[in-house]
């Protein structure tokens, strides 16, 4: 059918706040939106909405939208500097990155070699770590309440989606004026590279990042302000990156690794917090008062009050009133049991879950310990063998001596609270006449030298010596951590607090610390893990996660100084207007291994623009040439309305680029108007080989551009039937395409309509019929089927190509035309193509 479009219309649909951005998911028929509001939307080819996401804060926008490359993942920048990657499965946050500035560009790139290629990334074993380490648990969400509630499975062990990641992919991020950012799988910050200013110019912003796809170049698009001119200047830098290239798959891999283990140590370390209360406070309270009245009337303390009741059995008068009045059989009892379930719970979070990722956090350390080693490998990119020595012994210290010490402190307090409760509940049940029950009631004499201990270290330090004043509050006795006056009953609370431990175990007369102390050599050895006496668990928490931080960011700073800037290109100059000092110039920037070149299409004027500007970098060893072409859109003719092949004449004589966007390696997707008061839009595919390699010319590095101009061709009259197609009744504003998914949406002019399309609809019609002749549907054919024509499919199923094993099944919303939503249960991962009759 040589007079027809292969484009076909999917759909029309309204949306109720104006869209910003647009882009494809690059393996499922699924589309990211962000609009007016800050908001991060979801759709499927259908529109059936997956999912929406609101900023991170007020009056944040989203200024880039980012796919990981198996399209599992979707990265969001805001104008705060935030970079938040969202698990396509159930929108949750896989990972916050936070820069400095407004994230102003994004792209995300998978490593591979071009054909023939003779170069190879060093290869690596997979890390069979799991053979070694124990399973993580899932954490439950219910703080506080593991006794009752019931484990929420989820994936902690990949939280991040690492697992799958086999080949390295980068993130690429601009940021503020001049700091290019890139993350190894969106997780590991692998290099931030500071762009350095131009002669008699200052960088405003990074406008566009693209690397190439064998990772040994790097081209920006930057923004200049210079003191003399007001206008808008714009030039291309060129980096060599190839340091990247060669070792980074498996040490990423393994960072990224230990980035999701710190990540769920951190959620341990904030449930053992909720999981604790001040349980014993209103407890610590009731004594002070009580040690008040006692000092003003004088008589005896607080503690010779509870050791003559437990030697002799009676209570001084004043201490029968506080057990009758204030501490009472049902507080007493609501105490016990609170204590029991915070302990238990704090224990049992202790036990399955941190040491068991300190551990594995531990592992991956001392593999990364043994790779710096190997500097011509690993310790060029800046793994430091002393920064991370000093992370492992961090962690030592925290999971096997802080670990180990807290849950002795439990077990002990759990003891201790238990036998001193259970004598006091029988002391007050006697005391309001009433029979205690015989199990309670016989006490050994290992008993009472067990509650007498408990009183002599938690009653006898009680002393008012250290306070002048007469009157001093119990407000003042609770706050005073500088000295031991007051009642600390509970000794778990304080390893959860950021400040030193108030009473810290008693350590001296182990016989290993003074094996240690006595023996000269042990002193200073990486072998042995210092003992933090003093420190609580929150404080060693903090010294880990620094020392982690300090040994995996030293790569990061490395690489990015090894940047080397090959060539710099002036671009073009936008006139300064009023009122648009904030525009963004258009420009598309993608790399392909085939020809080996990194391209950058972009216009020299506002738009809708005359003509596109196409420069191409060879990624070829390092090489810095560079040429482009100015292409220009004329007549394109119009096709007959039947399908006899015979053309109408009428043609519309200049067109104008209103859109430019990245198809395939082959082909540029445009964005047309016809010029005219109407501005009808014509969506075109344009094929680079229609452009011959002689129209491109060099473009010299800037102070070398004296009478140079660049070859114009016109690329109306090349266009096919096929490659085009004029969309009626609309005026567009913009669009977003997918060549590995044969789809596109365009933007009304209004924000607040769209068009979907189907790109390559003729043939995956004919794929379709050759599936019916035969009757036989293999998997190849499989990725041609449409919805609505799959056998057997009920209505609301859209799986079709690419289905995968282990796909999850999730409920999502569709908003129909009122705006209603109903749910379902689809598997969104599976793509789909929508309904396309």
């Known amino acids: ?207 566009s990042a693209e690397i190439s796809q064998d990772l040994h170049m790097v081209s920006v698009v930057i923004e200049l302000v210079k003191d003399d001119v007001q206008d808008q200047q714009f030039s291309i830098l060129t980096f060599d990156t190839r340091l990247l290239s060669s070792r980074l798959v498996f040490l990423a891999l393994k960072c990224g690794r230990i980035c999701t283990l710190r990540g769920y140590l951190q959620q341990t370390i904030q449930q053992m917090s909720e999981a604790w209360e001040d349980i014993l406070m209103e407890m610590d309270s009731k004594l002070l008062k009580f040690a008040g009245e006692k000092r003003k009337t004088g008589t005896s303390t607080v503690s010779n009050d509870f050791l003559e009741l437990l030697m002799f059995g009676t ?79 961090a962690v030592g210290s925290f999971v096997v001596l802080k670990t180990s010490e807290i849950q002795q402190v439990i077990d002990n307090s759990i003891k201790n609270f238990k036998a001193f409760f259970r004598w006091l509940y029988v002391v007050i049940l006697r005391l309001s006449n009433e029979k205690p029950p015989a199990e309670l009631s016989k006490m050994t004499q290992h008993d009472i030298n067990f509650v007498a201990e408990f009183l002599r270290d938690n009653f006898a330090h009680f002393t008012l010596d250290n306070h002048d004043e007469e009157d001093i509050s119990i407000a003042d006795l609770m706050e005073d951590n500088n000295s031991k006056s007051g009642f600390k009953l509970e000794k778990v609370g304080q390893y959860l607090k950021r400040e030193d431990l108030h009473y810290p175990p008693t350590v001296s007369s182990n016989p290993w610390v003074q094996f240690q102390k006595g023996c000269f050599h042990l002193k200073d050895t990486d072998i042995l893990y210092p003992v933090e006496n003093t420190k609580s668990l929150v404080q060693l928490l903090d010294i880990l996660l620094e020392a982690i931080h300090s040994a995996l960011s030293r790569p990061s700073m490395v690489i990015g100084s090894s940047f080397e800037c090959l060539s710099s290109r002036h671009l073009f100059t936008l006139p300064k207007k009023e009122g648009d000092s904030n525009l963004k110039p258009k420009v598309c920037q993608f790399t392909g291994n085939e020809g080996q070149f990194l391209y950058t299409a972009y216009c020299m004027e506002r738009l809708p623009s005359e003509s596109l500007i196409i420069l191409r970098q060879s990624t070829k060893g390092g090489s810095v040439h560079c040429e482009a072409v100015a292409v220009k859109f004329g007549e394109i003719p119009y096709r007959s309305a039947d399908t006899s092949g015979q053309d109408d004449q009428e043609r519309c004589s200049k067109h104008r680029l209103q859109d430019v966007g990245y198809y395939d390696e082959k082909t540029l997707s445009l964005l047309l108007v016809e010029e005219g008061e109407d501005e009808s839009p014509v969506l075109v595919q344009l094929p680079l080989v229609v ?118 099944v999730m409920q999502m919303e569709e908003g129909d035309s009122e705006g209603q939503e109903d749910k379902e249960n689809l598997n969104f991962l599976t793509p789909d193509r929508g309904q396309t009759s």
């Open 691 to 808: 452009i011959p390699d002689s129209m491109y010319t060099e473009v010299p590095p800037d102070g070398n551009r004296q009478d140079f101009s660049l070859n114009v061709i016109d690329v109306g009259e090349k266009l096919e039937n096929q490659s085009y197609q004029r969309l009626e009744n609309m005026k567009a504003h913009s669009f977003s395409v997918s060549g590995t998914r044969k789809t596109a949406i365009v933007l009304f002019s209004s924000k607040r309509r769209v068009r979907i399309f189907l790109m390559d609809a003729e043939e995956e019609e004919d794929d379709e019929d050759e599936a019916d002749e035969t009757g036989d549907i293999t998997e190849a054919d499989i990725s041609g089927v449409r919805n609505g024509d799959t056998s057997g499919a009920q209505e609301g199923d859209f799986n079709t190509s690419g289905a995968q094993e282990g796909d999850s």
């Open 315 to 393: 209570p001084s008068p004043e201490l029968q009133a506080f057990l009758l009045h204030e501490l009472t059989e049902k507080g007493l009892k609501n105490l016990g049991h609170s204590i029991e379930t915070s302990y238990s719970n704090i224990q049992k979070l202790v036990v399955q879950h941190l040491q068991v990722v300190s551990q594995a956090i531990l592992y991956h350390l001392s593999d990364l310990r043994g790779m710096s080693t190997w500097y011509e490998k690993f310790g060029v990119l800046g793994m430091n063998t002393q920064k991370i020595q000093e992370a492992v012994t």
């Open 1 to 207: 059918m040589p007079d027809e479009t292969a484009f076909k219309q999917v759909d029309e649909k309204h949306v109720s706040v104006e869209v910003e951005l647009m882009l494809w998911s690059p393996k499922f028929d699924l589309v990211a939106l962000s609009n007016g509001q800050g908001e991060v939307v979801l759709h499927r080819l259908s529109w059936q909405k997956v999912w929406l996401v609101a900023p991170p804060a007020e009056d944040v926008k989203v200024t880039a939208l980012a796919w990981r490359p198996d399209g599992k993942v979707l990265a969001a920048g805001y104008t705060c500097g935030k970079i938040n990657l969202y698990d396509i499965e159930n929108s949750e946050i896989l990972t916050t990155l936070e820069l400095q500035g407004e994230v102003t560009c994004m792209s995300w790139i998978t490593q591979s070699l071009p054909e023939g290629s003779t170069w190879s990334p060093d290869p690596y074993d997979e890390d069979n770590a799991a053979v070694y380490l124990p399973k993580l648990q899932p954490l439950n969400k219910s703080y506080g309440t593991l006794t009752k509630g019931t484990s929420v499975e989820e994936n902690v062990e990949d939280k991040k989606k690492l697992n799958d990641q086999k080949e390295l992919n980068l993130l690429l991020a601009g940021c503020g004026a001049k700091n290019l950012h890139m993350f190894a799988y969106g997780v590991y910050p692998i290099g931030e590279g500071v762009i350095s200013p131009i002669p008699d110019g200052q960088l405003k912003q990074i406008h």
